[in-house]
């Protein structure tokens, strides 16, 4: 044989094999712990940057409608950075959110949605030229929508909106937005 034929009949399958791969179902990737990185800035000028891990809920699945839907813990370290009224301001806090992931086609689709309640506390409370939190403890919740990458389904990109207040416990109570991009790598 060739060695042209011999590699057309590689490529072939390779190919078929990629395809047949490529078919299975992006959500068991989340049956897998991840490690990510996020940048974040909210439309006052605060930046912030996120190290975290996703840690999912054993076995747990189940479906809404054409959606698959599996659960996970988000648990992060965030640096908050600012303009304060004394000069720059930084803050680090610590967060855990539950979260649930909605895959579409019964969790066949690369893309997802992604949306969670959780808490954080701060090592200082949030004090900037625009705004003022009340409280070190506040919660977070967030949606999102993201893409899942790679031959084993091992890369993740998501955008997310975040809101991040005390809930009315104490005010003032402003709260913040962020706009959040996160790269995600599975293990």
């Known amino acids: 044989m060739p060695a042209t034929t011999a590699h057309l009949y590689a490529a072939a399958a390779a190919l078929c094999a990629g395809t047949v791969f490529a078919q299975t179902a992006p959500l068991d990737a989340l049956a897998r712990p991840s490690l990510y990185l996020q940048a974040a800035t909210a439309s006052h000028g605060t930046d912030a940057w996120t190290v975290g891990a996703t840690l999912p809920f054993a076995t747990w699945q189940r479906t809404l409608g054409s959606f698959a839907v599996r659960g996970y813990w988000d648990v992060y370290l965030s640096q908050w950075s600012a303009d304060g009224p004394t000069g720059p301001f930084h803050s680090r806090l610590i967060g855990v959110t539950p979260s649930f992931r909605l895959v579409p086609d019964g969790g066949r689709a690369r893309w997802f949605l992604d949306a969670g309640i959780g808490a954080t506390l701060a090592d200082r409370?949030?004090?900037?030229?625009?705004?003022?939190?009340?409280?070190?403890?506040?919660?977070?919740?967030?949606?999102?929508?993201?893409l899942v990458l790679g031959a084993q389904h091992q890369h993740e990109l998501q955008l997310r909106l975040q809101h991040v207040s005390n809930a009315g416990l104490k005010e003032p109570n402003p709260g913040e937005d962020f706009l959040q991009l996160r790269y995600a790598l599975r293990f």
């Open 125 to 146: 409370r949030y004090v900037t030229l625009d705004k003022e939190f009340s409280t070190r403890f506040n919660f977070a919740s967030h949606v999102g929508i993201g």
